[in-house]
């Protein structure tokens, strides 16, 4: 019979749990409340502290055997002998429960907090609990990650790099504990900041001139309330404005992959398909009209649709200049950031010479001309 069950209630295990059980429990429940994962639960860091503490003093022997017969109060006092309160068989009785991340009860004094002093881990002048990211890390090292088939969580929590004889080399987090006299333990490198995903957004330029309505459906990777990796899909709803230009930016925060430091971020890229007719130039559209040499000397006209679906019918009576440009205003793309104005629609003449003379037509052309 133990004295308590806190500690193994920590992590879901009964007080006869072997080492192995104690570690798979450590494993499960670390994975649950890493506060990497749940940083929106302002209660995850100090689950994640109980549950590192837990681990410490249960994975030792010694320190379990003691906790089993004492309590963990006792080893928190520095496993002083029994006060004059104790009960039969010499265990001590302490008034009032342990608060959460295991502070002591009822010291003489007030209820000082042991939370995550990083000092040494003996039982003299009172016990010191490890950081709980150093637990997490040296479990990580040790062999720990390799229980299950979800290495690759541990590695993303610890910024893994490649694995090791021992599991996964390599540490990145950013982490900070409070050590028990409201100081700050070591520091560790920068956690990486968010990606962003790019992705193309095909839209036609009669999309960009009307605008429109698109949605997307995209795959991404989580992780369950198991802390399992899982993919799921999601439809984004989005607005393409009229007037957007290509290299417009469309974005959505925390729709993307779950890695490390968070989520990511997805931009769709505004991309422009080809047009069958116009060509655009910022705000202005053109359109090129072919005319043979006998036109361009004589005089042509034409019926030229426009991209809200009008006509227009250039023209000219006498010589055309080749690459001449006919300008029709407003009645381009709209400017984005004004959308009642539009650029202008250009119409541009190519002229077709003929690849050979007969030296008859050559004397007539002399003679015209």
Known sequence: MVAETKLYDSLGIKPDATQDEIKKGYRKAALKWHPDKNKDNPNASEKFKEVSQAYEILSDPEKRKVYDQYGLEFILRGGQEAPPSAGAGGMPSFEGGIPGGFGTGGMPGGGRSFHFSTGGGGFSGGFNFSNPEDTFSQFFKSGGAGMGDDDDIFASLLGGGGRTN????????????????????????????????????????????????????????????????????????????????VGTKIKFKGVGDQEEGGTQDLHFVVTEKPHPLFKREDD???????????????????????????QVQPSMAGPTHPDKEIRYPEMGMPKSKKPTERGDMIVQVKVKFPTSLTPAQKSQLKEIL
């Open 166 to 245: 021992s599991g996964f080399g390599g540490s990145g987090r950013s982490s900070r504990f409070r050590d028990s006299n409201g100081g700050s333990s070591r520091h560790r490198a920068p956690t990486p900041e968010v990606t962003t995903v790019e992705k193309p957004l095909p839209v036609t330029l009669e999309e960009l001139f009307k605008g429109a309505k698109k949605r997307m459906k995209i795959k991404r990777k989580t992780y369950d309330g198991n802390g399992k990796r899982r993919q799921e899909e999601k439809v984004l709803d989005m607005e393409v404005k009229p007037g957007y230009k």
């Open 284 to 310: 202005d559209l053109r359109t090129i009209i072919e005319l043979d040499l006998k036109e361009a000397l004589t005089g042509w006209s034409r019926v030229v649709p426009t991209i809200d679906g009008r």
